[in-house]
């Protein structure tokens, strides 16, 4: 099993930037792909970005231009970088790993709340 710790979440304005860390541990080994998914109140949680063990990537299209994940396979670590950051990025944040036998593993989330 994996279990995963995020942090860096909070209050922002418009326009400003924040950090999301999320930290495995575990059967760490097994992970094949690491992500971030959302979920505003109301709705449906939606993935926003993830990135597999050989780099490759995949954003919303909401967030592209905007928001970097990247990967620390030494550190078993997830970031995502958010940039200009809007009203509507306002959600709680899941940390999401996939690993190669295709078992998932969710973070607790981390509030993203950015004001007008």
């Known amino acids: 099993q994996v279990q995963l710790v995020e942090s860096g979440g909070g209050l922002v304005q418009a326009g400003g930037s924040l950090r999301l860390s999320c930290a495995a541990s575990?059967?760490?080994?097994?992970?094949?792909?690491m992500g971030w998914y959302r979920q505003a109140p109301g709705k449906q949680r939606e993935l926003v970005a993830r990135?597999?063990?050989?780099?490759?990537?995949n954003y919303d299209d909401s967030v592209k231009g905007r928001f970097t994940i990247s990967r620390d396979s030494a550190k078993n670590t997830v970031y995502l970088q958010m940039n200009s950051l809007k009203p509507e990025d306002t959600a709680v944040y899941y940390c999401?790993?996939?690993?190669?036998?295709?078992?998932?593993?969710w973070g607790q989330g981390t509030q993203v709340t950015v004001s007008s």
């Open positions: 990135i597999n063990r050989g780099g490759g990537t």
């Open positions: 575990g059967s760490t080994f097994t992970i094949d792909v």
């Open positions: 999401n790993i996939r690993t190669i036998l295709y078992q998932e593993s």
